[in-house]
């Protein structure tokens, strides 16, 4: 059972696909690429290229690159037949990884124009990698947007229907629907206890993994002694957890967020089973919101109907 | 006047700054930048440089930037003493502009590496823009979701808020109290115009441009005609319009929209004045999002008070 989630992923560190390769055929330069210790990094597998794991670093190689990451700086060898360049290549600046080439010479006089070559070539190859970091980053930045926006949208949907004359069950009906579309589960359920002498109330949108009447039993185990107010549970692997696959061999992934509601024992807001993705934090927080617009609307319901039983 | 406007910014064709004098300081190379009907782009100013005015580019530059933007091809002239390449440069599978280099030769020999330093250098300058235009998506990406954040925390707020049996006015203060901060604007203002025989109403957070009591003037005749629902006004330029100019010589700029109240005639959730930035479309969405919450509140407010009435 995991907490609530940070949204923030990991920048990807690896070499973009198919850039020695790019690098090879435009520029007939061969460039290899090495961690930050000094160990190569393969290139990544099924580009269609022969494996070069017949070729290892020559000494030359292995020894600039450790210098250059070492003092983060380039590095140059002039041999009188090769030119060997070792550049380590930061990104955001942080220091990643280092580049390495070795350049065949023909002759002494083509030194000056082969270090400007090779100058271009790690100036390319660092730009290659800094344009492929700041795509990556406009990946995560516009998932992490059109994410808010749905979580804006349900909001803004949710909040039209909160009209206190409407039916406490009819709301979450709506929220449900909402909820399931949103976040592409196959099920989402709200769940009240019961209160004053009523029934537990649930509404249901999709297809259930377990049995409906098993959902008090399941809520209750997993919200156990938790707080109402900002807990939110998610689980992408229910059969790993003896408790949860009692209920139901069906039963894949959940999150469930309690709903508050002041003195009365806390409802529950539930979202079960998806195909694909696992579970995470934006959904978790788009049930949390749902979850809160829920409980304000429930507690003015509760006000007004106690107004409309006292003029009885 | 004008109406709500998309947040949709054109992306950057400039070329990044410094660009071609850190080829020119590291590599070794003139690079120049075309305009796809092949007229010089300027270099920034203001960068330390001496300004390259007096260098025209060659009838051979011209002829070849041409020729490369008119095929979107790259384009190479070998000279006995000059090598000249001109690339067209796309941005996202769109051509946009085309840079050029004359790389000089003390002999026919040095050509066959003097062109792959140009095509290295080809390979640098395309990801160095490719760099720079990712940087400016991800910018654009990055304010998008801190101004959708912002909207989501105040949809949240303002939810949390939203207790029937709250005075109305207090839940418009605690809007506008948001709204300001939220904005920036130097005044917020929520206004329900008279009703049932009840006064006009108000709340204001901040310092007002103009006299409280002038508010319902201004708002009416605003306001007069317009469908309630959806609509929002913004004006950066309160001064060049006479109307606005004659309630007060304070008043710069303002964001208006109507609280549609269903039979009633509607309210209005303003703001006022910022120093900076003009007010624009995020503005409006995030005060359209508050005129909408404040409008189911009020109407449950107003359906929870006539019951409290009938009790009487």
Request: with cysteine.
């Amino acid at each position: 059972m995991l907490a609530f989630p940070t949204t923030c992923s990991p920048a990807a560190t690896d070499v973009p696909e198919g850039l020695a390769r790019e690098i090879r055929e435009h520029l007939g330069v061969a460039v290899a690429f090495y961690r930050l210790d000094g160990t190569p990094i393969a290139e990544a597998p099924g580009q269609g290229d022969a494996p070069d794991a017949g070729t290892a670093p020559s000494e030359t190689v292995t020894r600039l690159v450790r210098e250059a990451a070492d003092a983060n700086e380039d590095r140059l060898a002039a041999g009188p037949h090769v030119l060997t360049a070792a550049w380590p290549i930061s990104l955001r600046g942080q220091p990643r990884l280092a580049a390495a080439v070795e350049l065949p010479l023909s002759g002494e006089g083509e030194q000056p124009l082969a270090r400007r070559l090779l100058a271009a070539v790690g100036t390319a190859v660092r730009a290659c990698m800094a344009e492929a970091d700041a795509r990556s980053q406009c990946n995560s930045l516009a998932e992490a947007l059109s994410q808010s926006f749905e979580e804006i949208s349900l909001l803004h949907n949710v909040g039209e229907v909160l009209r206190v004359t409407r039916p406490v069950m009819g709301l979450l009906e709506y929220v449900c629907e909402e909820l399931r579309e949103t976040t592409g589960a196959e099920a989402a359920v709200a769940y009240l206890p019961a209160a004053d002498g009523a029934e537990p109330e649930m509404a249901v949108s999709g297809r259930l993994p377990l049995l409906e009447s098993d959902l008090p039993r399941l809520f209750g185990a997993l919200l156990d002694g938790l707080d109402p107010h900002g807990t939110v549970l998610i689980n992408n692997h229910c059969q790993q957890d003896p408790l949860l696959a009692r209920f139901s061999i069906a039963m894949e992934r959940l999150v469930v967020v309690p709903v508050a509601l002041g003195e009365r024992a806390p409802g529950v807001l539930a979202a079960f089973n998806r195909s694909g993705e696992e579970f995470g934090s934006p959904d978790a927080k788009l049930i949390r919101s749902s979850a809160n617009a829920s409980a304000v609307f429930i507690e003015n319901r509760r006000l007004y109907s106690e107004l409309q039983q006292m003029m009885l």
